[in-house]
């Protein structure tokens, strides 16, 4: 079935450094892909998304580049801030209906 | 102006009993899921409708029902609590289209004592 693959956390950074957490996925055909991110005690929030191969998406800062032939979408930022702290989601989806199949979160501290 | 709002918030009950979670989007949209994070943040779909039609029912014990009166809302029942299912709830919504994001609540954090 489909499932995304994301890199074990949690990933301690200090601010201004740059930040890569690595998302694969195994899906027949060709998904949108998401990055949700979640704020300690809040719910998940939309960071970012593509919906085919080569396309970027961003936001605040953060970046992810759909892959298709290596079937990955990594999450990118130049500079992260304390702010950034947070737990983030890889996910995929297929149809208008279907839910979204998530990755295990990655957590994401960065301090002073 | 909240767009998915559930409650309540937090809920701690002891084993045995039964609870409902409410959740409400004033998105206009079609589709209304649940899903269900653990203690380790792993997020897994529980239900989903569209159009107040259940459209996915994953491998969820009976005692959960989910029910909705209308496509704004999709309320979660859940009997006779077990330990296991402690965990927070999400409920989330999206227009269709494969490539609209869904909307989520703040989550209901349920413990059982």
Same mark, same amino acid.
């Given at each position: 079935?489909?499932?995304?693959?994301?890199?074990?956390?949690?990933?301690?950074?200090?601010?201004?450094?740059?930040?890569?957490?690595?998302?694969?996925?195994?899906?027949?055909?060709?998904?949108?892909?998401?990055?949700?991110?979640?704020?300690?005690?809040?719910?998940?929030?939309?960071?970012?998304?593509?919906?085919?191969?080569?396309?970027?998406? @961003?936001?605040?800062? +953060?970046? =992810?580049?759909?892959?298709?032939?290596? #079937?990955?979408?990594?999450?990118? $930022? /130049?500079?992260?801030?304390?702010?950034? @702290?947070?737990?983030? +989601?890889? =996910?995929?989806?297929?149809?208008?209906? #279907?839910?979204?199949?998530?990755? $295990? /979160?990655?957590?994401?501290?960065?301090?002073? | 102006?909240?767009?998915?709002?559930?409650?309540?918030?937090?809920?701690?009950?002891?084993?045995?009993?039964?609870?409902?979670?409410?959740?409400?989007?004033?998105?206009?949209?079609?589709?209304?899921?649940?899903?269900?994070?653990?203690?380790?943040?792993?997020?897994?779909?529980?239900?989903?409708?569209?159009?107040?039609?259940?459209?996915?029912?994953?491998?969820?014990?009976?005692?959960?029902?989910?029910?909705?009166?209308?496509?704004?809302?999709?309320?979660?029942?859940?009997?006779?609590?077990?330990?296991?299912?402690?965990?927070?709830?999400?409920?989330?919504?999206?227009?269709?289209?494969?490539?609209?994001?869904?909307?989520?609540?703040?989550?209901?954090?349920?413990?059982?004592?």
């Amino acid at each position: 079935g489909d499932s995304v693959t994301q890199m074990e956390g949690p990933v301690t950074l200090s601010e201004e450094a740059f930040l890569t957490i690595n998302c694969t996925y195994t899906a027949t055909g060709y998904p949108s892909l998401f990055w949700y991110v979640q704020y300690p005690g809040e719910g998940l929030q939309l960071l970012l998304k593509a919906t085919k191969a080569d396309d970027k998406g @961003s936001n605040k800062g +953060f970046e =992810a580049t759909y892959r298709k032939e290596t #079937t990955s979408f990594h999450l990118e $930022k /130049g500079s992260v801030q304390v702010s950034d @702290s947070a737990v983030y +989601f890889c =996910a995929l989806r297929f149809s208008g209906n #279907t839910p979204l199949v998530f990755g $295990k /979160g990655t957590r994401l501290s960065v301090i002073a | 102006d909240t767009a998915v709002s559930q409650t309540p918030k937090y809920l701690v009950t002891q084993m045995g009993n039964d609870k409902s979670i409410k959740c409400e989007q004033n998105l206009g949209h079609d589709t209304m899921y649940w899903y269900k994070q653990d203690s380790k943040k792993f997020l897994k779909i529980m239900f989903s409708y569209n159009n107040k039609e259940l459209i996915i029912n994953e491998t969820v014990p009976n005692r959960f029902s989910p029910k909705s009166p209308d496509k704004a809302h999709l309320n979660l029942h859940i009997n006779s609590l077990e330990l296991g299912d402690s965990a927070v709830y999400f409920c989330a919504s999206s227009p269709g289209g494969q490539n609209q994001p869904q909307h989520f609540g703040d989550g209901t954090r349920l413990s059982i004592l």
